[in-house]
């Protein structure tokens, strides 16, 4: 399969479910593992480069849109993009429906001291933290684990494409019920490691902004060199590329 073949079948599988919350609280209660994954530019981006995660991305049960690139992408190929819904808002949403029924979490990505601050800022609201791994594991180790210690929601974050990779065995191996979220950053955030733009910057998709101006060494080959290539490739998808 061609890169841009790759490309259309990720924009062909994103879901836009209308409302967040809604789409939260109707989550089913599955009796297998769903994987629920977000695509933005720099996701989008590798799935050009990389089959093997563009695959994970297209085989997850839930291929969400993150970002206003995404967005604008969609509105360019003549989809409906929805909602923004993007991890960092509504990860933390899906956590605190499942603390609210006390089911099992595992949380797997990050480092420490982080990865135990954001689980205990969730225990600290009555959520059932069963199951707490850094990201810098072998893969198979995460299905160890949950093998092990089965949850019922597991936060995976890793970043890019391990994360994805591991959620893709996570549902090849086990048997569920299981819910997987692949959550980039979400933990750093629920830990108060790495700060939200404000309120103005996210309504207007500038967040990429806020965050490139707080880690220029590390976000700029993504944010400025990806946002071209991104456009890029938007616009060879709208015009026909082979």
Known sequence: MTQWARLRSVLDAVHVPQNAGAWVDALPDETGVAVISFVNAHGFNMSAKDADFAE?????????????????????MDKNPGEN?????????????????????AFMGTAEPWLSIAA????????DIRLVEDGFQPEQHYVDCLTSTPCRLVVLGMGMPKQERVSMMIRDKLTGPMVVVNGGAVLDFLAGRVTRAPKWMRSLGME????????????????????FQFLWRALRLKFGAA
């Open 85 to 105: 819904l993007n991890g960092t808002d509504l990860i933390p949403q899906i956590v605190e429906r499942f603390a609210r029924e006390k089911a099992p979490i």
């Open 120 to 127: 205990q800022a969730i225990r600290n609201e009555g959520g």
């Open 208 to 227: 990429w902004l806020y965050r490139l101006f707080k880690e220029p060494k590390r976000l700029f080959r993504r944010y400025v060199i990806g946002n």
């Open 56 to 76: 994970a991305l297209t085989g997850s049960d839930i291929l969400l849109r993150d970002g206003s690139g995404m967005k604008i992408l969609m509105k360019m």
